[in-house]
């Protein structure tokens, strides 16, 4: 932690300094979720402050039924979901037969991350990560995303794209996965997430 003090000696003389003082740039671990059964709301809550500016989430979704498609939102400081119609998004990629795919919208109350995703385990599921940038800053949030899954039909399929969310005054905490259609079929079989903060300096 970064309050977590070392003792140094200098020339004899024992000093104490906290952590926080000494480590260069790179990743924190912040928090995670693994999910193993069937699960409807994927969610990590108080994983944003202002420690750090920039975040890394690394994610893996394999949904209970073939052809589940994913999406993804914001979720408050109070734990409430930030569900307003301000996600503006593009996510843009190819089948591994070569055919240009895309996801878009201009004002939607979600990121749409995926088209159907199969639920063999042995294919991998959706996989990717995600840079959220100044989740803590009350203006407009950036994530830029990456990610590959198998479809329904186990052709593999590539998404590279970006998301905002313009904050309207809500401060954001978190977040959350979630297979699209509400209903016990649309959940999520299995899952790794990670949250890590990027060091500014």
């Known amino acids: 932690a970064d309050t977590d003090e070392l003792l140094i000696s200098d020339a004899g003389v024992l000093k104490r300094i906290d952590y926080s003082h000494l480590k260069s740039g790179g990743l924190v671990y912040i928090s995670g979720a693994n ?3 069937s699960t409807t709301y994927i969610q ?10 920039n975040y890394l989430v690394t994610y893996r979704l394999i949904p209970v039924t073939n052809g589940n498609l994913y999406d993804f939102q914001f979720r408050g400081t109070s734990s409430n979901t930030l569900d307003a119609s301000e996600y503006e998004y593009s996510v843009n990629g ?18 749409r991350l995926t088209h159907g995703v199969n639920n ?20 407009r949030v950036v994530v830029n995303m990456h990610h590959i899954y198998p479809t329904d039909d186990a052709s593999l399929r590539t998404g590279i794209g970006g998301a905002t969310y313009k904050n309207t005054g809500a401060a954001i905490g978190g977040f959350q996965f979630y297979g699209n259609g509400g ?18 300096s």
């Open 94 to 111: 190819f089948t591994s037969s070569n055919s240009a795919t895309f996801r878009d919208h201009t004002g939607d109350d979600k990121l």
């Open 183 to 200: 209903t016990a079929d649309d959940n999520t079989a299995q899952a790794r997430i990670k949250v890590y903060g990027i060091v500014d």
């Open 35 to 37: 999910v193993s059964s």
């Open 120 to 139: 063999d385990t042995s294919r991998g599921g959706l996989t990717g990560y995600m840079y959220i940038h100044e989740p803590d800053s009350g203006d």
């Open 44 to 53: 990590l809550d108080n994983v944003f402050t202002s420690t750090y500016s």
